[in-house]
């Protein structure tokens, strides 16, 4: 079930937005409009609305986001301006226009208080306030029950690009810096290559009436600092790594937030990569 789509991606200077753009030319038959925040800042409606108008797409991904968790804590009106209020204007525009809306969000809708992966109907309960925003932003798409559209949750992102988990533990191994990383945060880390190539296999085979939550991670779950030690293992280097147990933060973050993969694995017809497989191909492809 492949049509011609055209589709706009925001936020596509983002790791994952750089991602799909990566990607893009797999998709042949699509006609991709990428807007990075300086074309297209989601939190002017105005704009948003005269883009869609212009291009009429029957597809919007929304790669924009504000994702710095503690900053969210303190930055609080603007979190919530793009996480939450810019994404309700996106899910009115896609249903006055009937367009689908493809959006990702995040582990941090849930507490952590749980030791097995959180299946897409579990209770949310976020503990930190980018958590809030994004559970917002989700509920005004579910809200509208959006056609063909998807809540995509994510979780521990990592890729080639911008900064993230694993480029920071490269960076402070390469230039010698203490290594300290948290051993009581457990989660499933993602490939931003995977979760665009499986988002885009939904994009193409999954047709609904309304709008459906659908988790995707590499397979497999692992603490901060089992994460940390492949890194440093599969980039040969030798450093020590100091594990700590942060319990006292000011920002909570939640201790177990791992999410099952058991709904989207059903629908693929390709099986999703272990953590620790993407891990690799993600460094082979950085050429370290
Ligand atoms: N990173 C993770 O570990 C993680 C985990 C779970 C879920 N997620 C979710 O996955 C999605 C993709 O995350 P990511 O890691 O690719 O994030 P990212 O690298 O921070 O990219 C987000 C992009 O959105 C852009 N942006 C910010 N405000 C905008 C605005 N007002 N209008 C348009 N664009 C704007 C940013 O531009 P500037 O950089 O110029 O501000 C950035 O290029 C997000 O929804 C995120 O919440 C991420």
Redesign the pocket.
Known sequence: MVNNYKIIL??A?????RTFLKISNKYPSHLFHFF??GD????NFQLVENVIKNIKPNIIIN?????DVNSSEKNKKIANL?NNI?VENLAKLCYKYEIRLIH????YVFDGNTDSPYHETDKVNPINFYGYT?LMGENSILKLNLKDSFVIR????FSEY?T?FVKKIIDKANLGIDIRVKENEFGSPTY?LDLARITMYLIQNIKNEGAEIFNISNVGICSRYEFAKKILEFTNHNKKIYKFYDDNSDIKRPIFSALSTKKISKLLNFKINKWEDSLKLMIKEMKL
């Open positions: 925001t936020g200077s983002g790791q994952l937005g990075s925040k297209l800042d989601i939190t790669c924009a986001a504000y994702t793009i810019s990702f969000s995040t582990d994004k994510t979780s521990w992102l911008k993230n931003a």
